[in-house]
């Protein structure tokens, strides 16, 4: 890793279930040390039971020193969340759901070294349920949060509408990384603008599994059609995610780095 920025930021990919918090208590001290990393994001949003997110999940992750959770489309699944939703500024939802809607997706931090950080959580609208333009919500938040530096969850299906978010936002926020698909992607870079981009910072849970869930069950589901019953995988917990390297004084990046670490070792792949 090109480590020439004074900031390290680590986004954890999409948390699922009790493997995935699994491996974010294990792994994620040890990565952070390793990586000297000065503010940890991960998403949430199907931390709780493979679907969805609780206050208590919600606390046991920053418990383990992640500083911000952001989510997606699977915030509204555990209804007893969205009463906290207004009242947690660690946790944040997509901002751009119509207004009135519980929680918001952005909010601005600062870490031990007194650095200011922005957080907006955005989802896509392609292949998922159409709510408000998210090109436009960020270019209004940014309006807000100039002085921040900003790092971005585009939560989306398609890859064309995160790399097209990737480009819109270069040269206006040190880092665009996306979430959902639980796939990491292996196009990380840094945009000419200096905004670290990748397009999915892949699944922190159980990797014997079709993307965190159990895989016999999703297999019976694609061979006859038939909605049933979907658990959590239970082996191979694995920690998927990015560290951004940021240079504070210009507010870019200037380096962004892929992490897979499993917690057990001799896993299939
Ligand atoms: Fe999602």
């Known amino acids: ?59 046991e992750l920053l418990s383990c020193g992640i500083d911000v959770l952001t989510s997606g489309n699977h915030i509204w699944d555990k209804r007893e969340m969205v009463p906290f939703l207004d009242s947690m500024d660690m946790l944040l939802r997509p901002h751009n759901y119509p207004p009135g809607v519980p929680g918001r997706g952005c909010g601005v931090y600062r870490t031990g070294n007194d650095l200011k950080i922005g957080v907006i959580n955005l989802q896509g609208r392609v292949f998922m349920r159409p709510i408000d333009c998210p090109f436009r919500v960020a270019d209004m938040l940014l309006e807000q949060i100039q002085d921040a530096i900003v790092i971005v969850d585009i939560h989306a299906e398609a890859t064309s509408e995160k790399i097209a978010m990737g480009w819109y936002l270069d040269g206006r926020v040190a880092a665009v990384v996306g979430s959902h698909t639980h796939v990491q992607t292996a196009d990380e870079c840094v945009l000419p603008g200096g905004a670290a981009y990748i397009t999915d910072a892949g699944m922190t849970g159980s990797f014997d599994s079709v993307i965190g869930i159990e895989k016999e069950a999703i297999i019976n589901r694609f061979l006859t059609g038939i909605p049933n019953r979907f658990d959590q995988a239970r082996e191979d917990a694995r920690l998927s995610g990015v560290v951004i390297s940021i240079e504070s004084k210009s507010r870019k990046a200037v380096g962004i780095t892929r992490v897979i670490r499993p917690m057990e070792t001799g896993s299939y792949r």
């Open 1 to 59: 890793m090109q480590n020439r920025g004074d900031l390290n930021v680590l986004f954890v990919g999409d948390v699922v279930g009790h493997q995935g918090r699994r491996a974010v208590a294990g792994l994620l001290p040890g990565l952070q040390r390793e990586f000297g990393i000065d503010f940890t994001i991960a998403n949430c949003e199907n931390a709780a039971g493979g679907f969805g997110v609780t206050k208590t999940v919600a606390d």
